[in-house]
């Protein structure tokens, strides 16, 4: 039986998806913040007179700021999902803009929500850089490559209607398959995803600030001292000028020592893959490629060799049966705020702003059997090492340590890493001294200003609970 | 947080998994007549006392004669999946040995039933040649590698519970995963998975029988006749004698002309890789590995350049949203007997028993542009042209001609084959005339000797409805 193509208009397959008021919408951002596929389809929606949908993307970026127009205009009133930047900074002074608080997950906890139902996706828009006409398509060959998909892999099982969008179509069948037809039901071209210089970072670089380079240095000295890096051990990089100044003395650090990691989960970069060249890591499990070389890599040997895609299920979905995550022996992670109880803050601003997603910030904290959060103890004139955190994205019973340019400082949960540090030639101090040192300079911070009968925003944690609340931030007078 | 090893003994793997009698268990058959799992686990389950299990293999094989025991003990009291030799022997002579009619699906239906809950497995035991002791695992490599396992995913997806059995525990994380931790609850070593020898047939060599080499060249000359081998073609090859063969002459066909296939759906043997080899086909699906060649090959080249694995529910699940055989531009395939009415039976004897699998015969006769059969006109004193089959497994009107010994026949349904091969040099032939031949030679066969109130099994259609009905054989008295 001849089954035609499945390319069609973005109406027409709006149409054939039975997209109806109120419905739920969700997008993958592995185009960061050069995708185009996020505003066009919402424009296309609001064009066929479509009211009170529901996104749920996997993030939005300040490339997504049209989204504020349709959140305006009533097109979108709900929001599930990460909100880098402008919109999260809209809805934090305008919560009434939304029907009800937005909901933030991390990659892990949105795997879980997809599979349970709690949130049940109704057409999943899935951005694509190479596709054949039936939907089988990659996110690593085309003009617009992005890396592997690892997200859309959830989205494309449990979503009701998949329509796969791309500026690439290619001859049946793809080569490389990501996502294949039998979760498809409708392929859309259109002129192009992405701004590809937006869309990897051609030029992540090494920070170069003295003060973060020797954050990124102390903590490879801190995991050294606690002997992890040792053969067999895993580790998970990022991106950021810090976590890839760490990354890359991490790689000097095993490749120093002659050990060999079993494997790296990332958000990869030319790091990772300069340690895996020098021998140092076995197999790396991408999860998103954060610049060119990365994309480059995973063209150029093939998967299943050196690395393989790791889906957001994977990777940390607590629904699932197993999480990557759970194996990692030590994370390196970024904050807007740490605690005295080693609570971080990762979505809000200290003016409470909700500016951030989550990522996979409480997957990695809560799967690693080390997590250290890195950063300065300040910022500007705001205390990053404070009292208590605006709020809490991970809790502290899940970090181990955290490392500041002014020392650093184990959780007093973690006794047995007191006792290995102990004597080692490391600046250690208490979480208090690190907050006391952090004040001396900025003062006492202020609380932010917020109206706490009006809900902007609930961060899940990983079981589906609330973990913290947002709240309207006040204008100033 | 730290989770443990999911490695376990087989006992404390099913306790875990929460067995009790009357659940439903599935096995792989990708180790074939090789396979050491399938009488491994009964043995095991039936020593722990269950009764009354529902067995959802996707095939057994002679080896599998074991499971016969379990049957006569009440260990097994329903079976839903194609039955190669003496288990479908058995129960041809003694349905009442099952509680209810064996069911024989496709291996596209039964990815959907598996996905719509028809059909819904409590416990998968997926055999794996090399796994890590999370349940990341694979088929093509290890002592006992039978390629990829493109059965698997969909029970691991759809299975409440599943175990991975394998002969080969690496360090992890294994780097080939096609079934991944997320959707593994335990592991279980053993000493064996299979046979290697009888796993995949190092010998599969063509048929060397002047007749069938004859018919293997004849549908390539039909095929060539209708226009079908030109580039970006796509085409399903087999295994046995006759389809080694007519892969062969296909890929000469296709060299010599010069034209390139976009792909093809295999079973995939040596002559497949061959016609690769030489630039005959640009991509390789494969669903199945029917010898060493066919592994090694899958070692070798890197899935997603060359190859890709086709999981049952991307072949052929009439439940999923895009099929690959659907894009096939022709299928030659085998049968037991053919009827006037094109009718093809793959399942039982002329004697009655129920002998073999659907495997993928009614999802690739239904998806392909032009599906043909391949049969010498009779077998030993047996007409395989005949004027109705013993059963119906694919029906005529998805069957587009038949290639015999003794002439080939076109649909006449087919009115648009027909005119294209008016005139042509090929021993054209009515269906009926092929049947007076075979008859001619045995005589009209004997009808089988059945008790209709005795049903022994349901084969079932692609839409789940019954195609037709296997009935108890009558001994000889």
Redesign the interface.
């Known amino acids: 039986?001849?089954?035609g193509s499945?390319l069609v208009s973005l109406e027409e397959a709006i149409r054939r998806a039975g997209l109806k008021d109120g419905m739920t919408i969700s997008f993958h951002h592995q185009l960061r913040d050069g995708d185009n596929v996020v505003n066009t389809v919402l424009e296309t929606i609001a064009g066929m007179g479509f009211k009170g949908l529901r996104l749920a993307p996997t993030a939005l970026f300040p490339a997504h700021k049209p989204v504020l127009d349709h959140v305006k205009s009533g097109v979108v009133n709900r929001i599930e999902g990460s909100m880098n930047g402008p919109i999260g900074s809209y809805v934090s002074y305008n919560p009434d803009a939304l029907a009800s608080p937005a909901v933030l997950r991390s990659h892990g906890r949105r795997a879980a929500a997809l599979a349970s139902g709690e949130l049940p996706v109704d057409v999943a828009f899935v951005a694509a850089s190479q596709t054949d006409e039936?939907?089988n398509c990659?996110g690593i060959w085309g003009k617009s490559a992005f890396g592997p998909m690892a997200f859309s892999y959830v989205d494309s099982?449990y979503a009701r209607n998949?329509i796969i969008v791309s500026d690439n179509i290619c001859?049946?069948?793809t080569?490389?398959?990501e996502v294949?037809?039998?979760?498809?039901?409708s392929v859309v071209q259109v002129d192009c995803i992405g701004d590809p210089d937006k869309i990897v970072s051609g030029t992540l670089s090494i920070t170069t600030e003295p003060d973060r380079l020797r954050i990124a240095q102390d903590v490879v000295d801190l995991i050294d001292a606690l002997g992890i890096i040792k053969d067999?051990f895993g580790f998970q990089s990022g991106a950021g000028g810090m976590s890839l100044a760490a990354t890359k003395f991490l790689g000097d650090r095993i490749i120093e020592k002659g050990v060999v990691a079993?494997?790296c989960i990332g958000g990869t970069t030319k790091y990772v893959f300069d340690i895996y060249r020098q021998g140092g890591v076995?197999?790396i499990?991408v999860g998103q490629s954060f610049d060119f070389a990365s994309v480059e890599f995973c063209r150029d040997?093939?998967?299943?060799?050196?690395w393989?895609t790791l889906?957001a299920?994977?990777y940390a979905?607590p629904g699932?049966?197993?999480?990557?995550v759970?194996?990692l022996d030590v994370v390196f992670l970024g904050g807007t705020e740490v605690d005295v109880n080693f609570n971080v803050n990762v979505n809000t601003h200290s003016d409470g702003q909700l500016l951030h997603g989550i990522g996979g910030h409480q997957d990695t904290a809560?799967?690693a059997?080390f997590t250290v959060i890195l950063t300065t103890i300040l910022r500007k004139t705001n205390p990053i090492r404070r009292d208590r955190v605006t709020t809490i994205t991970t809790p502290g019973d899940?970090v181990d340590a955290v490392v500041t340019d002014q020392g650093m400082a184990i959780n007093p949960r973690r006794k047995d890493l007191l006792e290995k540090v102990e004597g080692k030639d490391l600046p250690l101090a208490t979480i208090e001294e690190l907050r006391d040192r952090a004040y001396e300079s900025t003062g006492t911070p202020t609380p932010p200003r917020v109206d706490r009968s009006k809900i902007v925003g609930l961060i899940h944690w990983l079981d589906g609970t609330v973990m913290d609340t947002v709240f309207k931030v006040e204008e100033e007078k």
Chains 1, 2 share one sequence.
């Open positions: 039986m001849y089954t499945k039936y939907g990659n099982l998949v001859a049946h069948p080569h490389k398959q294949h037809e039998d979760r498809v039901d067999g079993d494997f076995k197999y499990y040997n093939p998967e299943g060799g050196v393989s889906t299920a994977h979905s699932g049966k197993g999480r990557a759970d194996h809560a799967g059997a899940v």
